[in-house]
Every structure is written in C-alpha cells, then in structure tokens.
T-cell receptor, first 114, second 117 residues
Framework: DSGVTQTPKHLITATGQRVTLRCSPR?????VYWYQQSLDQGLQFLIHYYNGEERAKGNILERFSAQQFPDLHSELNLSSLELGDSALYFC?????????????FGPGTRLTVL | AQKITQTQPGMFVQEKEAVTLDCTYDTSDPSYGLFWYKQPSSGEMIFLIY??????QNATEGRYSLNFQKARKSANLVISASQLGDSAMYFCAMREGRWGGADGLTFGKGTHLIIQP
C-alpha cells in the first residue's frame, strides 16, 4: 500500500458526460501528479500540482482540468468524454516535487466511456 | 525521439534465475532521475528503485539493483533470484531537472516479464 488513495476504483459513463476523479496524497506529501495509461498511448503525464498551485502541464487535453485543495487532496475533472478517454488514471504524490523525489502511485481509477 | 527505450516487449525466465531488464534513456539535462516501477496484473504501480544522475554507486533495494552506465545512457534493472510473484509489467521512467524540473515522469513502453516454474 503506497499510502495514496484514489476514488472511485471503477467508473463507467457515456460519451459527452463529465466525471471527477479524486486523489488523496500520502501524509506529508505536497505534490500531486496525474497520469493516464491507455493501450495506444502508454503512460502519459497529465499535470502536476504543488501545495495548491499548478506546477507543470503535460499532455492534458483542454477538456480535462485539475485542482488541488487546501487539504492537499486533488481532483481531476474530465468533461465531454469521448470513447478514447477510456483509460486507467493514476495519481501519484511526492514530498516536494523535486527531480529526485520518488513518486508513489495510487491504485488508479479505471474509466470506461461507452 | 523517444526519451526512454525498453527494447524487450516480453521475457520468459525460469524461477530462481537472475533477470536483466533493459532501459536506455535520452537527455541533455545533466541532472535527472531514473526510476523503475512494477505493474502486476492487478494494475497498481509499485516503485522499485531510484538512481540519480549524480549518484556514484549503483542503487540497490533488496533483490533489485540498477546497473547504471551513464556514458551509455543505460539503466538496466537486475532482479536476482526471480520468484513467481515477479511476473508483471516493468516500466523504466525518467524525470529531468534536479530542483527546477516540475514535469512528471516520462515512461518507457514497458517489459512484460513472466517467471516460469
């Protein structure tokens, strides 16, 4: 158990809908990262938040957004969902977000868009 | 160009043998970190081992060691005395920048390791 929690574990929804994925980092970690794992794209970095502020964006679509709250939990919002958004979404946390920090991953949320 | 290359899509290994999983990387940043993660069929990503670009010695964590050859830009994972529970996908990943880098990890495509009894 990495100490990072994600809810829900599974999510099934329809095209055009909007969903919110939730992540709680390990106790003491200030940085939260979101990743998408799909069969065709592999594991891709989406976005990084540090202590409530956005630090870096990766291959995140404009339909997707995220935020980190004062209690450090984070939410990833996916809207106008398409079939291709079906994937495993991970969040990871690290202490401060430095290059040497180890990122510990949550169990993931499996999103299926029908 | 791919930043992380894992050339072995799949490997079959006999139980108790040592395994080497290959990883080469590409960066012009002198400061970077290399990570290996294990993803069993249940789907979670498990951190195994980390090597920093300035580390003088190869990293070790229990049965895992990292064969770091900086000049060749390779960071191979070695698993000693493999066990059935080692069967999983293994991902090599890199993060560039020591303190200024805020980007996430860049992952390779992974190696599917199957340990046979």
């Amino acid at each position: 158990d990495s100490g990072v929690t994600q809810t829900p574990k599974h999510l099934i929804t329809a095209t055009g809908q909007r969903v919110t994925l939730r992540c709680s980092p390990r106790s003491g970690d200030l940085s939260v990262y979101w990743y998408q794992q799909s069969l065709d794209q592999g594991l891709q970095f989406l976005i990084h938040y540090y202590n409530g502020e956005e630090r870096a964006k990766g291959n995140i679509l404009e339909r997707f957004s995220a935020q980190q709250f004062p209690d450090l939990h984070s939410e990833l919002n996916l809207s106008s969902l398409e079939l291709g958004d079906s994937a495993l979404y991970f969040c990871a946390s690290s202490v401060v977000g430095a290059g040497t920090d180890t990122q510990y991953f949550g169990p993931g949320t499996r999103l299926t868009v029908l | 160009a791919q930043k992380i290359t894992q050339t072995q899509p799949g490997m079959f290994v006999q139980e108790k043998e040592a395994v080497t999983l290959d990883c080469t990387y590409d960066t012009s940043d002198p400061s970077y970190g290399l990570f290996w993660y294990k993803q069993p069929s249940s789907g979670e990503m498990i951190f195994l081992i980390y090597q920093g670009s300035y580390d003088q010695q190869n990293a070790t964590e229990g049965r895992y060691s990292l064969n770091f050859q900086k000049a060749r830009k390779s960071a191979n994972l070695v698993i000693s005395a493999s066990q059935l529970g080692d069967s999983a996908m293994y991902f090599c990943a890199m993060r560039e920048g020591r303190w200024g880098g805020a980007d996430g990890l860049t992952f390779g495509k992974g190696t599917h390791l199957i340990i046979q009894p």
